[in-house]
């Protein structure tokens, strides 16, 4: 692990990068390094996440900003922006039930080629998707989802970049951070090792790259 500022995080990601960013309504979502991204323009970008936040707040910055290319995510209810570049075409959205977005990425995290799920039977969702039958059940393949660079979101690291989540933070920081290349943190606090009680590790260090220590002025 380690600690950079956020000008050489962002120089890790590259202009069409694939990246996965947590947050749920933009709690839990790296905004200093989405401030970074933005000054620096890095742009044809494909955001695999939860949601699209709002239009003002953390992945909707960056849609409002124009620097996404693709957006896969469960919901974009909450940004008109989103919606808006999404009807003219603007931006290409692929939706995921949100309990088969979170199984996609962790099977990336873990090796796997994919999940069998239930959800979407009969719907659309089963277009162009590879049908399986177990016992007499109808199951759709969906592929496991990995990317280039994570951007996390934690309220603590310690010195060997072992991570501590608050709340819904944990929703999806932990399971993005397993399923990417390259593991960048943005953190509240830095404390000494040792501190955080291991039952309240949610990101070993082991795969955490680099850590960013949040503005004060956010």
């Given at each position: 692990m380690k600690i950079v500022s956020p000008q050489e995080a962002i120089s890790f990601i590259s202009e069409g990068t694939t990246l996965m960013i947590g947050g749920f309504l933009g709690v839990g979502?790296?905004?200093t390094l989405i401030d970074e991204l933005i000054n620096k323009r890095k742009s044809n970008l494909t955001v695999i996440c939860n949601d699209t936040s709002f239009?003002?707040?953390g992945i909707g910055r960056l849609i409002a900003s124009k620097l996404?290319?693709?957006?896969i995510t469960s919901h974009i209810g909450t940004n008109k922006e989103t919606?808006?570049?999404?009807?003219?075409?603007?931006?290409?959205?692929?939706?995921?039930?949100?309990?088969?977005?979170?199984e996609q990425i962790r099977a990336g995290g873990a090796g796997l080629g994919g999940i069998l799920t239930p959800t979407g039977i009969g719907t659309i969702r089963e277009k162009n998707k590879q049908l399986i039958e177990i016992e007499g059940k109808k199951y759709i393949l969906e592929k496991a989802l990995r990317g280039r660079v994570a951007l996390v979101k934690s309220s603590k690291a310690d010195h060997l970049g072992n991570l501590q989540c608050s709340?819904?933070?944990?929703?999806?920081?932990?399971?993005?951070?397993?399923?990417?290349?390259?593991v960048i943190a943005e953190?509240?606090?830095?404390?000494?090792?040792?501190?955080?009680?291991?039952?309240?590790?949610?990101?070993?260090?082991?795969?955490?790259?680099?850590?960013?220590?949040?503005?004060?002025?956010?």
């Open positions: 979502t790296p905004e239009e003002d707040k996404v290319k693709k957006v919606q808006r570049q999404c009807i003219e075409n603007e931006l290409e959205v692929e939706f995921v039930p949100q309990g088969t977005l979170i709340f819904t933070a944990r929703n999806f920081n932990p399971v993005m951070a397993l399923a990417c290349d390259i953190v509240d606090e830095l404390v000494p090792t040792g501190s955080i009680c291991p039952d309240e590790i949610h990101i070993p260090g082991a795969i955490v790259d680099y850590v960013v220590i949040r503005s004060e002025k956010r």
